[in-house]
């Protein structure tokens, strides 16, 4: 990933969040999550990491961890408690791992793992979800795309992240004398529309000031207000260059033309699927990092979630298959956004580039390399070279 592709615009300064223990300038407050499934496994690789980065640089990370998902319902009841939201507010960020998985799948179950990382992110008002696309030369080959399509692709997917669907009442399931029936509700409010794409347009000022607004403005009035919205807001960027795209067809040009994209801005649902796509140009879901930012706090800081946007993989959990590397650039966007540490953030990613130069792959990136690790060895290789 390119050093300053994700260095936070102006209305999202995180590295206020450096402030946020003034005496204590190296010092940090980091709320762990690990979760379920794989989360554990890979969060466990960036911690690795990180410790590498304390010792380098000198700074310390003080940890808490907090059980979220299916290993809180298991303990407590319920996916996500009011204690965890108060921690989380205060440190300077979450590292996040994943939710979910098959022994809490009953569709009639009154919680369910994804609470968690739905209500973190509601209560914390993290409404700008960053999901960067950079292709690796080395993967290249190893995407199910031929690389002439994906060399050069350097896109970011900012995704709606507390509205839409998601989020919209009535959401409910009843029965009928006709049937069983279900409803989900997408609504948008303008404020909700323009922070976001404020997010994206100033976000592409320090790319290659291209920003697509993807909706179905041909279908939904959700769509109509997103477009009109989107607009308004790029009038403000005159020096961003803004296309809008209808969602079916970006999930085409997603595949046919990558490399075209700069900055995509989307709402909560669309985000959602389109992000899971673009992460075949990177090869794999494991290579995916993400920040999820919003409001700040009233001293100026604000807080961060960081998160691979792969889930819990229940088929591979326990046996050391997972892919560390987007958890770990996960912990990269955190020093860089949250904590203001952009040549920390840097040295990570470095690292991470020169393993993959080296040829070390974990199986979901393996194709016919002979380097073939573990989660566990991925991730000492990449705090080795931090
Ligand atoms: P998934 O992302 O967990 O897995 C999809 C596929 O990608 C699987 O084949 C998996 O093995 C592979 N994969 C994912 N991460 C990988 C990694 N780091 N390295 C190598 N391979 C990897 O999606 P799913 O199977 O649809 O969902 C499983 C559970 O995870 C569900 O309960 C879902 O709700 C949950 N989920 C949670 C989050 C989250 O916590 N943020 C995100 C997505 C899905
Ligand atoms: C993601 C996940 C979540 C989402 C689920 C687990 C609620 O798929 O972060 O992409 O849909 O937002
Ligand atoms: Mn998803």
């Known amino acids: 990933m390119r050093a300053d592709a994700l260095r936070p615009p102006p209305a999202l300064d995180w590295g206020a969040a450096r402030a946020y223990d003034p005496a204590h300038m190296a010092t940090f407050r980091i709320l762990l999550t690990p979760g379920d499934g794989i989360g554990p496994e890979v969060l466990e690789e960036s911690l690795k990491v990180l410790s590498r980065i304390e010792k ?20 407590h009841g319920v996916a996500l408690r009011g204690e965890v939201i108060d921690k989380a507010k205060a440190s300077a960020a979450v590292l996040f791992g994943a939710v979910g998985g098959p022994k809490w799948d009953d569709p009639k179950a009154a919680v369910r793992p994804e609470d968690a990382i739905l209500g973190m992110r509601k209560q914390l008002g993290l409404f700008a979800n960053l999901r960067p696309v950079k292709i690796h030369p080395a993967l290249l080959d190893e995407s199910t795309l031929k690389p002439e399509v994906l ?39 303008e404020k909700e529309v323009e922070r976001v794409c404020h997010v994206a347009f100033q976000l592409a000022r320090q790319r290659k000031k291209r920003v697509t607004s993807v909706d179905k403005a041909n279908v939904l009035r959700t769509g109509q207000l997103w477009r009109e919205i989107a607009t308004e807001v790029g009038k403000q960027y005159p020096d961003v260059t803004l296309e809008h795209i209808l969602v079916d067809a970006c999930a085409m040009y997603l595949v046919r033309r990558p490399a075209s994209f700069d900055v995509i801005v989307t709402e909560n649902m669309f985000g959602d699927i389109l992000t899971d796509e673009a992460a075949m140009l990177a090869g794999s879901m494991g290579m995916m990092p993400s920040a999820s930012l919003g409001k700040r706090r009233k001293d100026g800081t604000g807080i961060g979630l960081y998160e691979p946007i792969h889930g819990s993989a229940p088929d591979i959990t326990g046996q050391k298959k997972a892919n560390p590397l987007a958890m770990i650039l996960s912990a990269a966007m955190m020093l860089r956004l949250s904590l203001g540490l952009e040549a920390e953030a840097a040295a990570v990613e470095a690292a991470v580039d020169s393993v993959i130069k080296e040829g070390y792959r974990t199986p979901d990136i393996g194709g016919a390399s002979s380097h073939v690790v573990d989660t566990v060895k991925m991730g000492s290789l990449v705090a080795e070279r931090v």
């Open 151 to 189: 060399s050069g692709v350097d896109l970011i997917v900012i995704r709606e992240l507390t509205g839409g669907l998601y989020f919209g009442r009535p959401q409910k399931r009843w029965e009928t004398a006709r049937g069983r029936q279900g409803v989900d509700t997408l609504r948008y409010s």
């Open 56 to 75: 380098r640089f000198g700074h310390e990370f003080q940890y808490e961890e907090e059980l979220i998902g299916g290993a809180s319902i298991d303990r």
